[in-house]
């Protein structure tokens, strides 16, 4: 089977899911900027919400890239990714809505987590369905990105509950380092097509 | 006629409606992790109509990759089926917020029937357009799983009424039969490329 | 340029509008069958609703399957007839949940009317640009279905005034005319084919 | 890289934000014409936001079709765009409800400032990873009308608290400007392919 209905269904539910997140950025009934105010922390964790799942999409976008066919085991892994990032704006409001609080902003962490999880097995099934010189292989390598991430997340969720802003300056260094995209893939890619 | 827009088409529908069920689990106004146990089986009922959207959006996938042209009677068999995909974000807000009782479980397995009954429609018309001897004619052969999940959803409707759990578990069973991609396509494809 | 962006946009809006209409269908608050009573109505202008945009959608893809190239006028043409399907799900809302009165009814009258005058404009857009001998222009003709919808909405919107009915009855019947998909353009399409 | 995941991803969430606007226009209670009167400002702002959208469609689809390849930089700069588009439909619903009062017309100004800018680096990027002779740079010229639309925001964003009505002139002035599609890509490309 060819990649690319797997491409649009996914790209359809990142779309859809980076974007029913604004409706919970709910109008004001106050007509002054004093009304906005409240909701400073809901737009917050949206630009966070929105940073993560555009790095999602940029590496799904890398990672699909490089490949050629889809399987069966391929797309269920596909669709436990897009489970766990469905969850996010739930989270994200949440946490928006009580001012990064410890048990939401644990919640946020584990469903980041999950996701994380998620992307690994959808790149392993990917990796072991091609052949281990393929350009994805050698790309991901030994994933250091990927397992310290992770990591990060196990440590945010439980420190939550000392103090949130742990956990918040843990959500936004990892974002911070993804946010650059995955420049292995581009530059195997690249020099494959020199 | 090419098949590349209704494919479009029913990615974007199915994409939303799996989409939107996210919307029914409403943010609470707690902040601790009590304040989510309300949200229980509503967290459930999503996942449990995830999987069945996945599912049909995975057979959906199989079956339009045998085939090469549309014309107008496949174009409203595949819309009937939207209509009945449609329906289940309401079912499952329904079966949720009402702790799984029987007519919130009887009403799930009547949406689930009959977007069954569409998808064997489709099917057919598919088949029909085509020649007996095509791959999907082969691969789904008897289609004997179309037609057991077609008995087990009437069964479970009335059983609600016994006791919910009944119609619960035969939900589960019915999801679990399908988890497997319908591998009878991907065989048949595999032998038809070697 | 090349149609397939413009495609891809209008099959993105119509499975959105098609499928926030279910959103409109709020879960009732009962667990028993009489709960879902006075949603009837909302069901029912979901149904007929539904069927409209399914018919827009494949009479929109049929007409652009026999083109080639897009101009900025077409665009906008395009960007005209979505604007007037994105208010349906709001006129279905109101003649759903005030169970079929006059004004609700007479509303939803005057946004099919202009979304069917949009239409022809797009589609007398498309026939401009190609020549008049191109497939189109011949399968379209002299469009005596679309002239006689115009001519039904103008007569159903007063009289959703004398009587709701009235104009309901009209609805129906012009979505039962258009529900046999736009064969002219498949048989010319078939012939040329051959 | 193809730009065709960019385009696909584009075309999703311009089309939701797009549609849920549409949301912010609540079914009234009341079964009558007078029923609608309130909703004329949320209606007229939903048709402002609306052409804006369109207009950004409209020249992201001519930007892109002018060139070829993707890198990292453009997915950024493009999320980047999308980022400030979605934040529209929110300011659209706050006008819309605040009868168009000083600091929602101002915050509106604010995201369509913003989200020109955002439009502005990602034509500048587009052109960077591109020779300077191609279509694109030579299409978009000294890009005055861009400048200006960025001037008149700037404009526009503080008379809002001398009277709304300026602002409101200008935004639908703005819109005036850009209704006629990008001409300069569409006519340097014909005579490319001349």
């Known amino acids: 089977m060819t990649k690319h209905r797997l491409e649009a269904f996914s ?8 974007t029913i997140m604004v409706l919970e950025i709910k109008v004001p009934h106050g007509q002054d900027f004093q009304a906005l ?34 399987s069966g085991s391929i797309l269920w892994a596909n669709m436990h990714l897009l489970f766990w ?6 989270t994200t409001g949440w946490m928006g809505e009580n001012h990064f609080e ?4 644990a919640l946020y962490g584990v469903v980041l987590f999950m996701s994380a999880v998620a992307y690994t ?19 991901v390598g030994k994933d250091l990105k990927g397992y310290a991430s992770l990591a990060l997340y196990l440590v945010a969720v439980p420190s939550a509950f000392i103090h949130p802003i742990i956990s918040g300056c843990i959500y936004i260094f990892v974002a911070l380092m993804w946010l650059i995209p995955d420049k292995r893939i581009e530059r195997t890619l690249e020099k494959d097509e020199v």
């Open 121 to 139: 097995i959808l790149q392993r099934t990917l990796i072991a369905k091609h052949d281990h010189h393929n350009l994805l292989a050698r790309a």
């Open 102 to 105: 410890a048990a939401p902003m």
């Open 37 to 70: 105010k409240p909701l400073l922390p809901i737009v917050l964790s949206y630009v966070l919400s929105f940073i993560y799942l555009a790095i999602y999409w940029n590496n799904h976008h890398h990672m699909f890239h490089t490949i050629e066919r889809v």
């Open 11 to 18: 790209d359809g539910v990142i779309a859809i899911i980076i």
């Open 85 to 90: 990032l469905s969850l996010i704006p739930f």
